[in-house]
């Protein structure tokens, strides 16, 4: 299982702020369980940081691990949008994914 780092870019305590966190944090606590390191930075307290990561809007969401870096802007609220945009599968599929693993062979056929 692949470990991610996620930065939020936010601006203040606004509402849309406020919801892009705690959505990602709901997120994070139901799709990607312990495979998650979140940073949340404020650019307007850190606006050098939001300037070297090339934020124009906020808020930003951008998946830096696994590669290829991902950016999703808005309030993350669709979840399914979020999961497909940063390439993550949803838990569920993962589970799926896993049991099917272990009925393969090598080949990917049904064992016998």
Do not use: W
Not at 31 to 44: G, P, T
Not at 69 to 84: P, Y
């Amino acid at each position: 299982m692949s470990k991610y780092h996620l930065k939020l870019y936010v601006t203040g305590r606004t509402p849309q702020s406020n919801r892009a966190v705690k959505n990602l944090r709901a997120l994070c606590a139901t799709e990607l369980k312990d495979r998650a390191e979140v940073d949340i930075i404020d650019v307007a307290e850190d606006p050098f940081a939001a300037e070297s990561a090339h934020i124009i809007a906020t808020p930003t969401l951008i998946k830096t691990l696994p590669p290829p870096l991902r950016r999703i802007v808005g309030d993350l609220s669709n979840v399914n949008r979020v999961l497909l945009g940063l390439d993550i599968l949803p838990e569920d599929l993962l589970k799926h994914a896993e049991s099917a693993a272990n009925l393969t062979g090598p080949t990917g056929g049904a064992m016998s």
